[in-house]
C-alpha cells in the first residue's frame, strides 16, 4: 500500500529552496518546484568584500509556502494521502532568537540588521574567534573539544559566528535568548513547537558544528565557554543537552502551516538535516562509498560502523557525528569552500564588461542588451568547458589553487586565498578555466588521500548535486584526477530525495533509513572511468598544486 502514501522532501539550497512530492511507494518523483530567494538575489545584508552572507527568514518561509502549494496542487494527489515531510538546509546557519523562538529579524527593531539574520553557511566574518576556538581547545588545561571535528574548528560553524556576532553587535547579545540552526528552525516552526528549550535540534547540525558529543553529555561545559568569552556565560542552558537523527519525528503540523501549505495536521515533521547529508542518503549512500555532493560548494562523505570506528579520531576533516547521515552508522564529512562558486567567480568575472556595456556603448538598445546578457550568462560555462577539453592536459602549465572561499578541508582555515600561477600572454580564458576545474577536482584528491591517511577505506565513490549531472568536462577530470570510476546519481533532486526518505520514516511508512532506501532510490546513471593515459599527467600537475600549496599557506 506504500505506492498510494505520498512524502514531501524540501530541500533549501544557498541560492533557493526545492520542494518535491515523492511517491512512498517508489521513490518516484510527482511534482516538483523551486522558489530563488528574492533578498538574496539583491544580495541584501551581504557585503562579499567581508566574506559576509546572510538570508532574510522571510525568504525561507515564503519559499516554502510557494513551493509546496505548488507541488500539492499541481500533483493532484488528495493531501489526505501526503504522510510526511522532511527538511534539509545549509549549515551551519545559524540565527538568534528571542523567548519564545522568533528570530530576531522578523522583529520591528532587528529588521533591516544583518547580525539578526541567518548567518549563511560560507560567511567567514568569524575567522578569528575560530582561530581562538582552536586554541583554547589545545590549551585550556581540559576536554579537547575539537577532537570529534577533526580536530580544527572553522569559522563557517555554530560558536565561532556566534561569539563573532555578539562581539560586533551589543543589541543582538542582550535581545538574543537562544541560537537556532536553519535545520531546526522550520520544522519547529511549521510544527508550532518554537520555545527554544523544547525545539528537536538536529543530532547533524549540533555534531558536526556545534562540538556536541555523547561523551560529555552534549555540549562544551559552560567553564570552557565563559574561557571563550564570558558573554557566553549562561547560553548553554539556553540552548540543547539532547540531539535527535532525523528519522525521528518532531511532531505533526500544527493548524495554522497545515492551512497555509495545503495540508493537514495529521503530516508528521521529521527533525532537519543538512543538505549535503540528506543527498548522501538520497544518493543511496552505502558503508566506505565516498558521497561527493558538488554543488557551489563541496560536502564528502562516508559512513562506517560505529562499532569498529566509533572512537576512531579522523585528524583533518569536518567532523565523525554518530547517526548523522544514517541512523546507527558513523557519519563523516569533509569538504569544499568553493567548487562550482570558482566557475561562478570566472563567469562573472568574464561577464564584467558585458554587465556594463550600456555604460560603454549607450547606442545599445535594452532588448538587444538583456538578449545578448542572457544569452552568455546561460551558455558561458558550457562553452568554456567545451574550449577547455580540447586543450592537452599541462600545456599551459597553468595551475591554481582553489581556496577562493578558504579551505575546509584537510584542515579548515578560512584565511587562505585561492592563486593562478604560470600564465603568459596566451593564457586565454579557456586554459584559465581549465586550470580552476583542475585546482577543484585537485582539492577533492587531497580530502580522499586525508581518509585514506587516517585508515578510512573507500570502496566507491558516488557523485550528486548540479555540477555532477551538467558538466561532463568536470566529471571526466574528477575521475581522471582521482584515478577512481565515478557514478552519478539519477535523481535531479538527491537532497530533497533523501528528505523525503527521511519523512517516509518518521511518518511510520518505514521502520528504518536502510528500508526507505531500498524502496525509494533511484539508482545511478552515467559512470565516469578514468581515462589511463591521463592519469599520470594529472599526477605530476597535482604535485605541482600541492609545492604550491605548501607555499602560499607558509608564507
Known amino acids: ?38 533578498r538574496w538575489k539583491k544580495y541584501m545584508y551581504c557585503n562579499p568584500s567581508r566574506n559576509q552572507f546572510r538570508q532574510h527568514p522571510l525568504d525561507y518561509i515564503e519559499g516554502l509556502e510557494y513551493t509546496v502549494n505548488k507541488v500539492v496542487s499541481e500533483s493532484g494527489v488528495n493531501k489526505h494521502h501526503i504522510k510526511g515531510i522532511g527538511i534539509d538546509t545549509t549549515g551551519s546557519t545559524p540565527i538568534a532568537v528571542d523567548r519564545d523562538g522568533l528570530p530576531l529579524s522578523l522583529t520591528p527593531q532587528f529588521e533591516d540588521n544583518p547580525n539578526a539574520m541567518f548567518i549563511l553557511w560560507k560567511d567567514h566574518t568569524a575567522i578569528k574567534e575560530a582561530e581562538e576556538i582552536n586554541q583554547v581547545s589545545k590549551n585550556w588545561g581540559g576536554i579537547d573539544y575539537t577532537k570529534y571535528e577533526g580536530g580544527v574548528y572553522s569559522s563557517e560553524w555554530f560558536w565561532a559566528k556566534i561569539i563573532h556576532t555578539i562581539r560586533e553587535d551589543q543589541d543582538i547579545y542582550q535581545h538574543a535568548f537562544s541560537w537556532v540552526e536553519h535545520c531546526d528552525w522550520i520544522p519547529a516552526l511549521i510544527t508550532g513547537i518554537t520555545d527554544p528549550l523544547k525545539i528537536k535540534r538536529s543530532r547533524c547540525a549540533a555534531g558536526h558544528k556545534a562540538m556536541w558529543h555523547s561523551n560529555w553529555e552534549g555540549l562544551p561545559e559552560e567553564k570552557f565557554l565563559e574561557k571563550l568569552d564570558p558573554k557566553l556565560k549562561g547560553l548553554r542552558e539556553r540552548l540543547y543537552k539532547d540531539t535527535f537523527t532525523s528519522d525521528i519525528p518532531v511532531g505533526n503540523l500544527n493548524s495554522e502551516w497545515a492551512e497555509r501549505l495545503g495540508l493537514h495536521t495529521d503530516v508528521r515533521v521529521a527533525v532537519g538535516t543538512f543538505d549535503a547529508h540528506s543527498g548522501a542518503l538520497g544518493g543511496e549512500v552505502k558503508e566506505f562509498t565516498l558521497s561527493k555532493v558538488m554543488g557551489t560548494s563541496t560536502c564528502d562523505m562516508i559512513v562506517a560502523p560505529m562499532d569498529k570506528y566509533g572512537d576512531k579520531l579522523v585528524n583533518g576533516i569536518c567532523g565523525q557525528v554518530d547517526g548523522s547521515i544514517i541512523p546507527g552508522m558513523l557519519g563523516l564529512e569533509a569538504g569544499q569552500s568553493a567548487f562550482g562558486d570558482i566557475y561562478a567567480w570566472f563567469k562573472n568575472l568574464i561577464m564584467w564588461p558585458v554587465d556594463h556595456l550600456p555604460e560603454i556603448n549607450n547606442e545599445i538598445g535594452k532588448q538587444e542588451f538583456e538578449t545578448i546578457r542572457n544569452s552568455l550568462e546561460k551558455n558561458l560555462i558550457g562553452y568554456l568547458s567545451k574550449e577547455a577539453a580540447k586543450i592537452p592536459i599541462g600545456e599551459s602549465e597553468i595551475i591554481a589553487l582553489d581556496w577562493m572561499n578558504g579551505r575546509r578541508t584537510p584542515f579548515a582555515n578560512q584565511s587562505l586565498k585561492g592563486a593562478i600561477t604560470g600564465l603568459n600572454l596566451g593564457s ?9 576545474v583542475e585546482a577543484t577536482c585537485f582539492g577533492s584528491k587531497k580530502i580522499v588521500e586525508r581518509f585514506i591517511e587516517e585508515g578510512i577505506e573507500i570502496k566507491k565513490v558516488i557523485a550528486l548535486g548540479g555540477v555532477a549531472k551538467k558538466s561532463e568536462f568536470v566529471m571526466q577530470v574528477m575521475a581522471d584526477v582521482l584515478n577512481m570510476p565515478i557514478k552519478v546519481a539519477n535523481s535531479e533532486q538527491t537532497p530533497a530525495l533523501g528528505s523525503a526518505m527521511l519523512a517516509a520514516t518518521a511518518s511510520g511508512i518505514y521502520n528504518t533509513t536502510h528500508e526507505a532506501q531500498n524502496a525509494m532510490g533511484n539508482g545511478f546513471g552515467k559512470e565516469y572511468t578514468p581515462i589511463p593515459e591521463n592519469v599520470p599527467v594529472y599526477q605530476r600537475l597535482y604535485e605541482q598544486y600541492n609545492r604550491m600549496g605548501e607555499l602560499i599557506e607558509n608564507e
Do not use: C, Q
Request: charged share 20%.
Open 1 to 38: 500500500m506504500n505506492d498510494k502514501l505520498f512524502v514531501l522532501g524540501i530541500d533549501y539550497g544557498t541560492d533557493s529552496v526545492r520542494s518535491i512530492l515523492v511517491n512512498a511507494g517508489n521513490g518516484k518523483e510527482v511534482s516538483s518546484a523551486i522558489f530563488d530567494y528574492p
Open 428 to 436: 586565454g580564458a579557456p586554459r584559465i578555466f581549465k586550470a580552476l
